[in-house]
């Protein structure tokens, strides 16, 4: 079935560029997403790419996505602490979503 | 534009009860989806519904079902309880495109006991 792994934690120094990388199985996946989970909160989604595409740029967010290795990252630039959360990548095909576990996110001052 | 809204926030049960959750989805959205999120196993998908029919399912054993209404809202209930069952369920609604966008509420949180 399908499956979407992504590091467990990291961390970075304020100002600093965060990269979440995420890789995932199922090759017929038309869609992939980044959501954000803030303490106490639903998900929220950040930002998407369609998988003929290689990168998107979103204000502070650019996601790279290689097709060929089922390999997705997200930059965050200039993080912040308000950043700090946990980032959780998603494949969707015909209408059904995976999640990865998620990686938490801490950035110090 | 309202969000979704889940209900009741917080709820403890004891092992043995049943509990029904109600989501209301963005007005506009066709598709209910819930998810259990929990420590160990992440975020699960339970299952998908559009309009009024059940059109995804995941891997939980049949104490768990759901349903949706005419207006889109949609409830979930979990019968025999168990420890194991304590999570943060999750709803989220789409215009139900296929596309996967999903608008999450901010969760009932179950506590088993």
């Known amino acids: 079935g399908e499956d979407v792994e992504q590091s467990l934690f990291l961390s970075v120094r304020e100002g600093d560029s965060s990269v979440i990388n995420c890789t995932y199985t199922d090759s017929s996946s038309t869609y992939l997403y980044w959501y954000k989970q803030e303490p106490g909160a639903g998900l929220q989604l950040l930002t998407y790419i369609f998988s003929n595409m290689d990168m998107k740029q979103d204000q502070r967010l650019t996601v790279l996505l290689n097709k060929k290795d089922k390999h997705l990252s997200l930059r965050i630039a200039d993080t912040q602490t308000g950043d700090s959360a946990i980032y959780f990548c998603?494949?969707?095909?015909?209408?059904?979503?995976?999640f990865g576990d998620g990686t938490t996110l801490t950035v110090k001052p | 534009k309202a969000g979704v809204t889940q209900t009741p926030r917080y709820l403890i049960k004891t092992r043995g009860q049943q509990v029904t959750l109600s989501c209301s989805p963005i007005s506009g959205h066709r598709s209910v989806s819930w998810y259990q999120q929990t420590p160990g196993q992440g975020l699960q998908f339970l299952f998908e519904?559009?309009?009024?029919?059940?059109?995804n399912k995941g891997n939980f054993p049949g104490r768990f079902s759901g349903r949706q209404f005419s207006n889109s809202r949609s409830e979930m209930n979990v019968s025999t309880l168990e420890l194991g069952d304590s999570a943060l369920y999750l709803c989220?609604?789409?215009?139900?495109?296929?596309?996967?966008?999903?608008?999450f509420g901010e969760g009932s949180r179950l506590t088993v006991l």
């Open positions: 989220a609604s789409s215009l139900g495109s296929y596309t996967g966008e999903l608008f």
């Open positions: 998603a494949e969707t095909n015909a209408g059904k979503s995976t």
């Open positions: 519904y559009f309009s009024e029919t059940q059109r």
